[in-house]
């Protein structure tokens, strides 16, 4: 999973447009074959996916927990 901020930016971009194409019709034809495109909740998982990717890059945070250590002192 190492992509770099434009590539995530770039597949954001596909998904937003694949989303683009299933608005204005599920399937098409040509000529005798039918073509189906991806399922709306599909897209909209990825579509997800990668603004979360787009963000975590922008702010170059890396994933995972974020671990911060306490120390107590008396006072």
Do not use: C, H
């Not at 596909?14 to 098409?28: D, H, K, L, R």
């Not at 189906?36 to 890396?62: D, Y």
């Amino acid at each position: 999973m190492s992509w770099t901020l434009d590539e995530a930016r770039q597949n954001l971009a596909t998904w937003i447009a694949a989303e683009q194409a299933v608005a204005t019709g599920q399937s098409y034809r040509i000529g005798t074959r039918q073509l189906t495109r991806a399922s709306l909740s599909e897209i909209a998982q990825r579509i997800a996916f990668w603004r979360a990717e787009v963000a975590r890059l922008e702010t170059g945070r890396r994933p995972g927990a974020r671990v911060m250590r306490v120390v107590p002192r008396d006072l």
